[in-house]
């Protein structure tokens, strides 16, 4: 297919239906509603099904009777609907059923504003609702890139039978940009564990409820390898100009691109910086970080908020490197100017600590 | 007399129910079981099956089953119903489930005349959790969390929801029955039957409450809960049918 250029919301939506999504239940929620819209406009003409919910809530529950039958089916929506979909993300995850939500983040808490904020980082990652259980979270930080993660969100989603939340922002959901997508799929595998009516076959039935103890705890751990498995085969994760890197920011998403405009400033003033971006922010991309404390002192972590993916780096370096952190919450887009400030400054931090060793 | 088909096939053999004792699930159950098969839907059919008494309604029906969180029966049952068309599909929900945290899912599945049945067990309590006030407890009847009674002024009034949807356009059928001894079994029976059928025949969304006794946190017998619903229940929530559009539907497409 040609480039065509698309914003991010319509994107998400294009790249649903190309990936087989027939399915799409939501309820209106600015910086979002393109993409509902797009779904409204477009799902009749592919013979899938739209409906405008009477709430978030009532959209993943729809979601869920959709996966239950084998559907790929999505919902979507901004950080104070999200949290309404909890209750029904931990249904799938107890399920074990395949969905794609995507939450285009507004600053917050409560109604917040509709600007681009990445506050949701916690809720996203550790699960969101209640129980043991984890969501696979992919963060795109391009239009061409919201185009390739939906595609792979409803793989990884019906590989190991999962939600997977793609965590984006106002930003990345409004902006225009030339995307590339890939051809429509064709026929879907059967999904044989789906409800359909029994036949002539046994009757089937999905439950979470599992009222003995030693039977749920076994259900736990059976997530568990299945989330191990995810950790071990879907990080993902860019390394930006990290060969010689000195000092190595950590942003994902709108943030990340941001940074490497700063990173791009300063390597004309051949200041060796780099950067890391996670693009799978659950599993996260600890082992490439491990790596890099081998000879990176310090990193930076840029994030929309007031530190949440920070905790995730600290969590991997472990104490093996300095971890700086500047964040911008509320709704507030940073600039390459600011952060080309912060990174500049501690490079000159950094390069008087070693000047002063040398001297003592 | 014979009897003609002693076990509903889609009724599973040899479980030991969980219910208790004069219980007004059972009954259900097997009418349930019983439509399915004489209807010959159980074999496309996916029942949706709330969160209460009935959550573990799979151990007793011979169908697909997906549970629901608690209120969303109607929501999951839509998602399934506009992926797969060519199912049958129902729910089966108590007055806690259906018309306390789930009134929205309940409003709006109905409005859109979602081409779904609603099996609805009112029984004025919450069962499961051990006898707190429903939306449908009556006034003055006392609950755990209503110890003195309900009262109109703290608790407000006794919800009647299947009155509610039978004034929308999109609900093709909502009857109210009651399980209180032998006439009101069949007259279930034949409301039930009544629902499946309406969906079958694609005339839209349906609902059968049922009026069903629970004796254990009614404090009652048996015998004298199926009299309590006669006598005070019925009172506040007339037994007969609250809408028939079918035909109406019908002539609409």
């Known amino acids: 297919m040609s480039k065509v250029f698309m914003s991010g919301n319509h994107t998400f939506a294009e790249a649903a239906i190309r990936a087989g999504c027939r399915c799409y239940f939501g309820y209106p929620i600015t910086p979002q509603n393109e993409l509902g819209e797009y779904m409204a406009a477009n799902m009749a003409n592919v013979g899938g099904v739209f409906i405008q919910s009477e709430s978030e809530t009532a959209a993943i529950n729809m979601v869920i009777g959709a996966a239950s039958t084998g559907a790929r089916a999505m919902t979507s929506s901004s950080s104070p609907g999200v949290s309404l979909k909890q209750e029904g993300i931990s249904f799938l995850a107890g399920f074990e059923l395949p969905a794609v939500i995507v939450n285009v983040m507004r600053g917050g808490p409560g109604l917040g504003n509709i600007a681009p904020a990445q506050g949701d980082y916690f809720q996203a990652t550790r699960g969101g609702g209640h129980g043991d259980y984890r969501t696979p979270v992919f963060a795109p930080s391009s239009v061409q890139e919201a185009a390739d993660l939906t595609a792979i969100a409803f793989d990884v989603a019906d590989r190991y039978r999962t939600p997977v939340m793609i965590l984006a922002d106002g930003m990345l959901g409004q902006i225009r940009e030339p995307v590339v997508f890939p051809d429509p799929i064709g026929e879907l595998p059967e999904k044989e564990w789906a409800l359909k009516g029994r036949g002539d076959g046994p009757s089937r039935y999905m439950a979470s409820l599992i009222l003995d103890a030693l039977e749920m705890e076994k259900h736990n751990w059976k997530l568990v390898r299945k989330y191990e498995e995810i950790a071990k085969n879907e990080v993902r994760c860019e390394q930006f100009m990290l060969d010689d890197a000195e000092i190595v920011a950590i942003a994902y998403g709108t943030t990340a691109r941001i940074a490497k405009g700063a990173i791009n400033r300063l390597r004309k003033d051949n200041i060796p910086v780099g950067l890391l971006r996670p693009i799978s922010l659950w599993p996260f991309p600890k082992n490439e970080i491990i790596d890099l404390t081998k000879r990176v002192r310090k990193f930076i972590v840029f994030e929309m908020s007031t530190g949440q993916m920070l905790e995730d780096v600290l969590l991997a370096v472990q104490g093996r490197a300095e971890v700086q952190f500047h964040g911008r919450p509320g709704g507030v887009v940073p600039t390459p100017i600011e952060f080309s400030r912060i990174l500049y400054r501690e490079y000159q931090i950094l390069q008087k600590g070693r000047n002063g060793a040398s001297h003592s | ?253």
């Open chain 2, 1 to 253: 007399m014979t009897i003609k088909n002693p076990w509903p096939i889609y009724y599973k053999k040899d479980v030991i129910t969980h219910y208790c004792p004069g219980c007004g699930h059972g009954i259900v159950h097997r009418i349930v079981a019983e439509v399915l098969e004489e209807l010959d839907v159980g074999r496309r059919a996916i029942c949706v099956n709330p969160a209460g008494c009935a959550v573990l309604a799979y151990q007793y029906f011979d169908i697909d089953m997906l549970e629901s969180a608690h209120g969303r029966g109607t929501a999951m049952a839509t998602g399934i119903k506009r992926s797969r068309p060519d199912l049958f599909v129902f729910t089966y929900q108590g007055d806690g489930d259906l018309s306390a945290i789930g009134t929205a899912e309940t409003i709006h599945s109905a409005n859109r005349g979602e081409q779904i049945c609603v099996i609805f067990i009112n029984n004025a309590v919450y069962g499961m959790t051990g006898g707190q006030m429903a939306p449908t407890t009556l006034i003055d009847m006392k609950t755990t969390t209503t110890p003195k009674g309900r009262t109109a002024r703290v608790d407000g009034f006794p919800l009647h929801i299947t009155d509610v949807v039978a004034t929308f356009p999109g609900v093709a059928y909502a009857e109210r029955v009651a399980v209180n001894g032998p006439a009101g079994i069949n007259r279930t029976k034949k409301a039930i039957t009544t629902a499946f059928q309406t969906q079958i025949d694609g005339l839209g969304y349906s609902i059968i409450e049922v009026l069903s006794p629970c004796p254990t946190n009614w404090k009652l017998n048996s015998i004298d809960s199926f009299a309590w619903i006669t006598d005070v229940m019925a009172k506040e929530f007339p037994i007969g049918v609250l809408v028939d559009r079918r035909r109406k539907q019908a002539d609409a497409d």
